[in-house]
């Protein structure tokens, strides 16, 4: 997007889409559950602007985080938007790592999570199985992996979602689908406050796996269990926020769901 401030750019994008905070005290909350105690380090995969472990690393003095991305453009606006703002000693328990997901890494952690999807980057089955045994090779002996994911036959049309924000309108378009390998391109748009439209600021081409494909993966990758996240109601026809363990999901026309998977 050539005539769109690369600030800007982020700025849509974590507004529209993200909720650190929430996605923190999720997984937090989780392992305790499990483990009887908090976890103290992540490795947050795709971590785009890192802005999960930038709030991971704030929590406690312990607390420690590496954050993972390819690209050096959102690694950089995350320096500036999240690292810049912590205290000086949290800021040393952030470490951005400009590099492939599927590279080794010498070092173990309690809780890796893969956010926003973006491990459907990951199109055919071996390269998805290579990537969790990665995930499942660099963690603990008590770890705890969280993905998300959506799915529902909604999420399967060529339809654009609309939310509107304070001076911004956010568009997701799913723009193809393939039901024969289940391919499928993704965009973001945005209007500002002007009225200005911004095509296809982020972009995506996916395979839109499922829930059940997803588990069997974890359980060859050497996972000993995984828990799916089921959202609860509203009870206006909409989710409420809240996760809970389900092996039972109502058959909605579009959800998202978390599943978390144990060493
Ligand atoms: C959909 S964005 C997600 C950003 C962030 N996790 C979030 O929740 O919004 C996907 C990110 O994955 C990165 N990415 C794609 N393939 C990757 C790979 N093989 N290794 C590391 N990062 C990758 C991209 O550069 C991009 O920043």
């Not at 954050?67 to 690292?83: N, Q, T, Y």
């Not at 660099?138 to 339809?159: A, C, R, Y």
């Not at 996240?229 to 363990?245: H, S, V």
Request: charged share 30%; glycine share 6%.
């Amino acid at each position: 997007m050539k005539d769109l401030d690369i600030k800007l750019k982020y700025d849509w994008y974590e507004r529209s889409v993200q909720n650190p905070e929430s996605e923190v005290d999720f997984m937090r909350l989780w392992f305790k559950k499990i483990h009887g105690r908090f976890p103290t380090t992540l490795r947050e995969d795709f971590c785009g602007t890192g802005a999960i472990s930038c709030d991971w690393a704030r929590r406690t003095s312990e607390s420690q985080a590496f954050a993972v991305d390819l690209d050096p453009e959102p690694i950089a606006e995350g320096k500036s938007r999240h690292l810049s703002k912590l205290t000086p000693k949290a800021r040393q328990r952030v470490k951005f790592l400009e590099a492939n997901v599927l590279d080794k890494r010498d070092f173990k952690v309690d809780v890796v999570c893969a956010f926003n999807f973006s491990y459907f980057i990951f199109k055919n089955r071996s390269t998805l199985l290579e990537y969790f045994k990665t995930v499942r090779d660099g963690m603990g002996k008590q770890g705890m992996f969280f993905l998300d994911l959506f799915g529902g036959p909604e999420s399967q049309k060529i339809v654009t979602d609309t939310k509107k924000l304070k001076g911004l309108t956010y568009y997701w378009e799913c723009q193809s689908f393939n039901p024969i390998n289940s391919e499928c391109t993704f965009a973001i748009h945005f209007r500002d406050a002007k009225g200005k439209k911004h095509e296809n600021v982020f972009t995506y081409e996916w395979r839109l796996w499922t829930i059940v494909e997803l588990r069997e993966l974890l359980s060859e990758a050497g996972f000993s269990r995984s828990m799916v996240f089921w959202e609860g109601d509203d009870d206006e026809g909409g989710g409420n926020g809240e996760f809970l363990p389900s092996e039972i999901g109502e058959n909605c026309d579009a959800w998202v769901a978390y599943i978390a998977a144990l060493v």
